[in-house]
């Protein structure tokens, strides 16, 4: 399919038909992705604060970790997770660990 | 005076060129307003200030922490569909330099006073147009006024220029430094009500907006900045005629008119000065004293820098000799002077074989006296009759060696 061009676009690269960044799936730069242990995570937040892109999502999902309820459960949203690591970098416990998406050669 | 007393009395008032502006942003019912003071352009802000406070203008006044900020604030108000305005000198808009970019860029519509004033170092308050001339290829429409009248004139038609669906640019406003800005003139303030009538503000299609959000200021990858830079480019182009349209419908509201380029005294004439900005009055006061004395050279007026009027390679490829007198240096270009450059690739592209001497002059403030603009009106007219060579390099008026 022809991309719009010089005639179609709206002007100043306005984005008049947001929110594009939804379908746009960042996720696919990722090359390390974080993935979460469960049974050590403490339900501390602190990874959802300090995503850059919001793809931590906090979940109204019991779960039970060494004698502990939790009402709530912590995932990656990996449409949009770019792998930076920051999550696993000021988790507390150290319960994110990033795994490379492809094996090494 | 209030405005209804200027209404009934019709009365020309004395204005300094900062002031005629201040005056023109009031009548166009500007609705924001960000400040930040440099000389010589502090008493447009201070005025507006002061009509602000007074209740004369409705509009919000931001005072900003720098030139970069100024026009920051004036985009983003822009953006969400305000009528905006600014205005700086020299180094403050060298401290605007990448934001002039994104204001073209974006499409933001909005007007700009420019009252100009030589670069440091070494440092100078004074004016000459190193300021303009270095900014004119940051996408911004240009136009130079020669008087405070065409000041308050040329802010009106900005706003009406700048706003048009088929433009949507920022519109810079050029005043010369204390020449203009500081010196007053009578200037013909019209009625309010039929200024609003003139600009009328309209509700754009896409603005910033709560109840409709967009996105302004997004990034352009390479599969899609190469597009809107030409949409821009074409924009700036449209701009010429549209200028043309809107100077048409202010002449048929207010009785004045301003051609993109003007040529005085051109039929007879054996040579043409090409000037702009304040100096103008004083060039044309040269030209007609010569003429007394037999030398037949016409003036040309350039108002509209950017885009670069296409008549003026027209125009001028009729004449073999050309005149151009520049108050900025451009250091290390073809020619060293910002108009020679434009005016030469103007009519070699035309395919003329005019030749042209570049007269540089006022660098710095440098008083430009009568003597000084009758040296350069003999001078063409001594090359116009081949008493003297064109020379290479530009004429330096009244620097000592």
Known sequence: ?105 | MSMNKVLEKKLLEPLSGNHAVAYAVRDCDVDVISAYPITPQTTIVEKLAEFVASGELDAEFLHVESEHSALSAAIGAAASGARAFTATSSQGLALMYEVLFIASGMRIPMVMALVTRALSAPINIWNDHSDLMASQDTGWIQLVSTNNQEAYDFIIIGYKLSEREDVMLPVMVALDGYIQSHTIEPVQLEDPEKVRKFVPKKKRPVTLDPEKPVSFGTLGDPDWYYEFKIQQAEALERAYQAYKEVSSEFSQYFGRSYEPFQILYGEDSDAILVVLGAHTGTFLKAVEMARREGMKIGLGVIRMLRPFPPEVSKYLSQYSFIGVADKAINFGSASGSYLTNDIATSLYLEGASSRITTYIYGIGGRPVKIEDALYVVRHLWRISKRLEEVPKKPVFVGVRY
């Not at chain 1, 179609?8 to 929110?19: C, K, T």
């Not at chain 1, 039970?64 to 309820?69: I, M």
């Open chain 1, 1 to 105: 399919m022809k991309k719009p061009g010089v005639k179609d676009l709206y002007i100043g690269a306005v984005i008049i038909n947001p929110p594009t960044s939804l379908t746009n799936k960042t996720g696919s730069w990722r090359v390390i992705r974080p993935v979460i242990d469960q049974d050590r995570c403490i339900r501390c937040r602190i990874c959802w604060a300090y995503c850059p892109d919001a793809a931590i999502l906090e979940l109204d999902q019991p779960y039970e970790a060494g004698g502990k309820k939790y009402s709530i459960t912590y995932v990656v949203n990996y449409d949009y997770c770019k792998g930076c690591g920051i999550c696993a970098a000021e988790c507390p416990v150290k319960a994110i660990k990033m795994i490379p998406e492809v094996e090494k050669l």
